[in-house]
Each structure stands twice: as structure tokens, then as C-alpha cells.
């Protein structure tokens, strides 16, 4: 039988809640396994004035990180101020490395940010959490 849940995994990347200005960055992850992987970006109310830019980054032993141009909709992503619920995906096109991150840039503080990941197209299924 095949079905979605045995060719992904979701992961929390960066817990959603009131992030602090300046920068985040979300815990390492792991591709080895997968052949693909999105990032899920939500954001809530950006404080005044706010801004949140988006970044992937790229390793190959999970401790050196360089931006990653391999996303699809270019280098970093801007979020535009919001006074509601938004929310963006980003997309790693050919992943080539096995390790990979966001980075958030918070311009005001007390902005509600969250990331999820799911990787995806499993090479051993089902997946184990």
C-alpha cells in the first residue's frame, strides 16, 4: 500500500511563538534519505514596522553553512508586513547536500513566526519518527 504519510516526515523546525529581533536559525536537518525537502514558513502579526526575511542554508557536515541558491524563488526571501495570518513555502530544487537550514532575519521583536519542514520522496519507507 502506498500513501503519503510513508514517503515524508514533518518536522518542527523552528517552534512557532514570539520570536526576539535579529537572527534565527532553525535546527540542523538531516536530508540523508530523502530526496526533497520544503520549508513551510507561517507567520502571525509582525510588529510595527516589521520585517522578516527568509533564508536557506547548505552543508555538507552540518556545522559550516553557506546560503543556499538551490531554493526556488531566489536567494532570500522578504515576508511583507502583515497585520494577519501569512504564510510562504520555499522549496529546495535538486537538493544536493545532505545537511540544510533556515535562518530568519526578525527586524521587530514580538513577531510570531513558526517554520515546519517536511521532507520528502523517502528512499526507506515507512518513515520512523
Same mark, same amino acid.
Do not use: A
Given at each position: 500500500m502506498h500513501d503519503v504519510k510513508s514517503s515524508i516526515k514533518l518536522v518542527e523546525h523552528i517552534p512557532a511563538g514570539s520570536q526576539s529581533a535579529g537572527t534565527v536559525n532553525g535546527?540542523?536537518?538531516d536530508l540523508q534519505g530523502f530526496t526533497n525537502i520544503s520549508f513551510f514558513i507561517s507567520c502571525g502579526t509582525v510588529g510595527a514596522? /516589521?520585517?522578516?526575511?527568509?533564508?536557506?542554508?547548505?552543508?555538507?557536515? /552540518?556545522?559550516?553553512?553557506?546560503?543556499?541558491?538551490?531554493?526556488?524563488? /531566489?536567494?532570500?526571501?522578504?515576508?511583507?508586513q502583515q497585520s494577519a495570518v501569512f504564510s510562504d513555502r520555499l522549496h529546495v530544487v535538486n537538493p544536493i547536500h545532505r545537511y540544510y537550514r533556515v535562518v530568519l532575519t526578525i527586524g521587530t521583536a514580538a513577531s510570531i513566526v513558526g517554520v515546519m519542514v517536511v521532507l520528502g520522496g523517502a528512499r526507506h519507507k515507512p518513515i520512523h519518527y
Open positions: 535546527t540542523t536537518l514596522n /516589521g520585517t522578516v526575511q527568509v533564508k536557506i542554508q547548505h552543508s555538507d557536515n /552540518g556545522s559550516k553553512w553557506t546560503d543556499s541558491r538551490q531554493i526556488d524563488t /531566489g536567494d532570500v526571501v522578504s515576508l511583507p
